[in-house]
């Protein structure tokens, strides 16, 4: 039995499995998440060869603590948002020498964020040799199943890029 959920068990073996088979590395910068975005990563054997670590960034505390530094922080970055998001893979990813990054911001209920943002809102990024951010709305305010979803997402995001990476380097490859 396990303790994580399938579906991101499920984006955490993918991830990893695509990783691996790049021979590149993930670090991670989750909020609301609570940590299950690297717990799904870590619950794949040989977690090692690609995961270099991930920490929770739920206040602006804990951002000032674990990314300050060699990326510089956008002025007024608004928690739960997109260049927040952005921000937390850009940061992750150069402080723990990454291939790519993921950060994740957002609001999981069961009432709104500080910033006015409903219950069920976040932003998703990833930042590597490419860049993408999402939007998730789950219109609920559920909060052990907002962080599933967002987490869910954030790795499901990272998988696309992954492939999208790889199958755009193929494709300048063929005559």
């Known amino acids: 039995m396990s303790l994580l959920p399938e579906e991101l068990l499920e984006a955490g073996l993918r991830c990893g499995s695509l990783l691996r088979e790049r021979g590149e590395t993930v670090a991670v910068a ?3 998440g609570g940590g299950l975005v690297s717990a799904a990563l ?3 054997p040989g ?8 920490s929770v960034i739920y206040t602006r505390n804990a951002l000032d603590g674990m990314l300050t530094g060699p990326v510089e922080r956008p002025r007024k970055l608004r928690g739960a948002s997109e260049p927040w998001a952005t921000h937390l893979a850009r940061a992750t990813r150069v402080h723990l020498r990454a291939t790519w990054g993921i950060g994740e911001g957002g609001a999981t209920g069961p009432s709104g964020n500080p910033y006015g943002d409903p219950p069920g809102h976040a932003w998703v990024a990833v930042s590597g040799p490419s860049e993408r951010a999402q ?6 305010d559920d909060r052990l199943a907002n962080m599933v979803a967002f987490s869910t997402a954030a790795l499901m ?6 492939v999208r990476d790889r199958d755009s380097a193929t494709r300048s490859l063929d005559p």
Request: net charge negative; no cysteine.
């Open 30 to 32: 989750e909020g609301s």
């Open 42 to 44: 870590l619950a794949v």
């Open 157 to 162: 995001l990272l998988a696309d890029e992954l």
């Open 135 to 140: 939007h998730v709305l789950t219109d609920s």
């Open 47 to 54: 977690a090692s060869a690609y995961y270099l670590g991930g």
